[in-house]
């Protein structure tokens, strides 16, 4: 089990920039797959990236790809999505979690999650 804490949300203009990061506790971090989902007001939980325990891998939502990039650094525990070129419907509460199977795209095969980070994008 991994405890997740993310930060870096907040409010920008379209067409601006954000890095969220999300803090692992546990010394097991380097054996998970992380992702990141978001969930606007009234919609389902929806994934956004994933990246492969050593980093090696990763993959994308269409909605982001291009836009969105997922990082890590284990030695740091941590687990980043830089997203360039945001839009309204990029507003949402972003979450980090974590999972033992490789790039799962929906959210029950993951296993531990952060509170979440807000992102809200202006027009």
């Known amino acids: 089990q991994v405890q997740l804490v993310e930060s870096g949300g907040g409010l920008v203009q379209a067409g601006g920039s954000l890095r969220l990061s999300c803090a692992a506790s546990?010394?097991?971090?380097?054996?998970?797959?992380m992702g990141w989902f978001r969930q606007a007001p009234g919609k389902e939980r929806e994934f956004i990236a994933a990246i492969s325990w050593s980093g090696s891998s990763t993959y994308y939502a269409d909605s982001v790809k291009g836009r969105f990039t997922i990082s890590r650094d284990n030695a740091k525990n941590t687990v980043y999505l830089q997203m360039n070129s945001l839009q309204p419907e990029d507003t949402a509460v972003y979450y980090c979690?974590?999972?033992?199977?490789?790039?799962?795209?929906?959210?029950?095969?993951?296993?531990?999650w952060g509170q979440g980070t807000q992102v809200t994008v202006s027009s």
């Open positions: 546990g010394r097991t971090f380097s054996s998970y797959t």
């Open positions: 979690a974590a999972s033992r199977v490789v790039l799962p795209t929906t959210p029950e095969r993951y296993v531990d």
